[in-house]
């Protein structure tokens, strides 16, 4: 106190020129320590004798604080700034939480022996405002129609926030018809800080369903702030419907088909009315209908509409598709070797019918066909018919069953020439059993595709005539055959095979003699019954038949 009442006194009895620089100015930030530099921080001069910071204030200027050279500080200041204020080492006046207050030319005074400088500083506080939120938000937007889609606040800045609105990112105008946008900014009386509102109003299009919408708040302390989000419900009246066949196709009898009918309005209609081939059937509540168990009757246009409104509606062609098939013969069957066998298929449908054919598993390329049954014919028949999505089979089995017949009756000279093997082969279905007229060992028998061999081991000692005879439920047959005694068999061998062959072919030669005199003999016969004009084929064919028959027979003699 005594020393600055000496240095004023000094600075006044000196009559010093006072200067004054020009006004320099800062930003400060709202609730932070204002710091206000002396000469831009320039180094103090060295005969500095003390710092004074003062400020403006109503009716003249208010004393901060001094600081005199050896550094000492006294605090001036009998108002709020008493407790606010200090000065940091490169004299700059720091001020603790700024306010709006704070507001004001602050002015170091800088006093040397002989001369005051002043450096003025006009000092302004800023703040950001807090982030923006939307209030007041519309429960929903109803198309075309101007509404108050919400409220943007932006609290508690200096100067005050500017608030921008966009939709999905696009900046939204006031255009004064479908976008109505009116901003007002209030002062808190106590803090002076301004709140920034800003009312969207909006006309909403059914693009908008989903639409982002965001205010902005822009400050020039700091980056822009968004609010969060907003997306709002669209309310629009149906201006179209689909008909929609939930279940997947293709279907079939007995399927549940069902039906959806889905309307482009928002929030959807709660009832639809179904039209079913001609009949008009009310759903409250649900947008679907089922067709339960459905038949090939279905099969048609189907439509649906809004219940209050028949003229919003859609349609579609629902087809059930169906497959009816039978095939004969079914079941087990048995027949006749040689019979002729019909099969018949027998189908409609929906739609072309793919028909395969399967016999003991096994496809064929073709559909079976027995004009003439043969014992390979046996086995088990499946017909498959699939039309869209449907499938079914049918079958039969087949046995095909005949007398025994026998092939060939054979013997033949055992390894050691000690036996001879005979060996009987038969064809027949069911299986035949064989029984010879000699006792043999080593009984060896067969039965694979229908062919029966059987085998036995013979010791002859004498000339033999055997007989092989087989037999099952439908008949019996026999053949002979001469074995003669070893003895004479080992004598044959001597001789050469070349006897029974020259047997062979003098058999043969014989054939042929007696076929020729046969063709003759019918020749002429035709000859005679042409000139008589009736000639029936039939016999002529059993004719020729027998004959090869007995052909056979003499070769088979003539071969033993
Ligand atoms: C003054 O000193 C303070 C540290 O006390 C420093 O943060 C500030 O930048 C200085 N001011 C100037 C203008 O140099
Ligand atoms: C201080 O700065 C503010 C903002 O820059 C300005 O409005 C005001 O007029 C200035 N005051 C003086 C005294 O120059
Ligand atoms: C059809 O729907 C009925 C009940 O509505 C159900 O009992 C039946 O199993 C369904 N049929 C099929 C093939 O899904
Ligand atoms: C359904 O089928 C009928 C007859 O084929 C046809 O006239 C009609 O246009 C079809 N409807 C739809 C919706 O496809
Ligand atoms: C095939 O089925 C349809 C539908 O059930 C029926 O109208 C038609 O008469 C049947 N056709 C034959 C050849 O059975
Ligand atoms: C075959 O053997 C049985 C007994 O073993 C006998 O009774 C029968 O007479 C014999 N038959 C011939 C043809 O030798
Ligand atoms: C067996 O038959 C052959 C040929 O017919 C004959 O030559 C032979 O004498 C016969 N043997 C006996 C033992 O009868």
């Avoid at 669209?234 to 008909?243: A, C, G, H, N, S």
Wanted: glycine share 8%.
């Amino acid at each position: 106190m005594h020393s600055t009442g000496f240095y004023i006194g000094a600075i006044i009895t000196s009559a010093v020129l006072l200067q004054v620089n020009s006004l320099d100015s800062i930003i400060a930030l709202y609730g932070e320590t204002i710091e206000v530099p002396c000469n831009k921080g320039a180094p103090m001069p060295e005969n500095l004798m003390f710092v004074k910071w003062k400020y403006n204030k109503a009716g003249g200027s208010g004393d901060l604080l001094t600081k005199s050279n050896g550094q000492e500080v006294t605090i001036l200041a009998k108002d709020s700034y008493k407790d606010r204020v200090s000065i940091s080492p490169n004299s700059s006046l720091l001020i603790a939480d700024g306010t709006l207050a704070d507001q004001n030319t602050f002015t170091c005074m800088v006093v040397v022996q002989g001369d005051v400088k002043e450096y003025p500083v006009n000092v302004t506080v800023q703040k950001r405002p807090l982030p923006p939120q939307i209030n007041d938000k519309a429960l929903e937007l109803e198309n075309g129609k101007l509404t108050t889609l919400g409220e943007c606040v932006a609290q508690d800045a200096h100067p005050p926030a500017s608030i921008t609105w966009s939709k999905n990112g696009e900046p939204l105008v006031h255009d004064g018809k479908t976008i109505l946008i009116t901003s007002a900014v209030t002062q808190d009386p106590a803090t002076h800080l301004s709140t920034t509102s800003s009312k969207l109003e909006y006309s909403a299009v059914k693009g908008d369903v989903g639409a982002q919408f965001v205010c902005t708040a822009k400050h020039v302390q700091g980056p822009d702030q968004e609010s969060p989000p907003e997306t709002f419900t669209i309310r629009y009246p149906t201006e179209k419907v689909t008909l929609q066949v939930v279940s997947k196709g293709p279907f079939k009898e007995g399927d549940n088909v069902t039906l959806k009918c889905k309307a482009d309005g928002n929030p959807p209609p709660t009832s639809f009315n179904f039209h079913l081939k001609g009949q008009k059937v009310l759903v409250e509540d649900s947008d679907s209908y089922t067709l339960t168990d459905v038949t090939r009757e279905v099969t048609g246009e189907y439509k649906c509409s809004v219940a209050d409104d028949d003229s919003v509606e859609d349609a579609k062609n629902i087809s059930v598709n169906f497959l009816d098939v039978s095939l004969s013969p079914s079941g087990s069957i048995v027949k006749n070797v040689g019979d002729r066998l019909e099969v018949a298929v027998q189908k409609n449908a929906s739609g072309e019918v793919k028909v395969s054919w399967t016999k003991d598993k096994r496809p064929l390329d073709k559909p079976p066909k027995f004009d003439k049954l043969a014992y390979s014919d046996s086995g088990s028949y499946v017909c498959e018919f699939s039309v869209a999505g449907i499938k079914q089979s049918r079958s039969f089995q087949l046995v095909v069953q005949g007398p025994p017949e026998i092939k060939r009756l054979s013997k033949e000279l055992g390894e050691d020439g000690q036996h001879k093997v005979l060996t009987c082969e038969a064809e027949g279905s069911p299986q035949p059993s064989v029984q010879w007229s000699v006792n043999g060992t080593d009984e060896q028998s067969s039965y694979q595709n229908w062919k029966l061999t059987h085998k036995i081991t013979v010791v002859p000692t004498a000339n033999l005539t055997v007989t092989c005879t087989v037999s099952n439920e439908l008949g019996m047959v026999f053949k002979t055959i001469d074995v003669f005694s070893l003895f004479e068999e080992e004598k044959k061998q001597e001789e050469g095979e070349g006897d029974d062959q020259a047997k062979l072919i003098v058999g043969i030669v014989v054939g042929l003699l007696l076929a020729a005199a046969v063709v003759g003999v019918v020749y002429w016969i035709y000859m005679k019954k042409s000139k008589q004009g009736s000639w029936k084929t039939g016999e002529k064919e059993s004719g020729t038949s027998e004959e090869s028959k007995k052909l056979e027979e003499t070769n088979h003699k003539a071969n033993v």
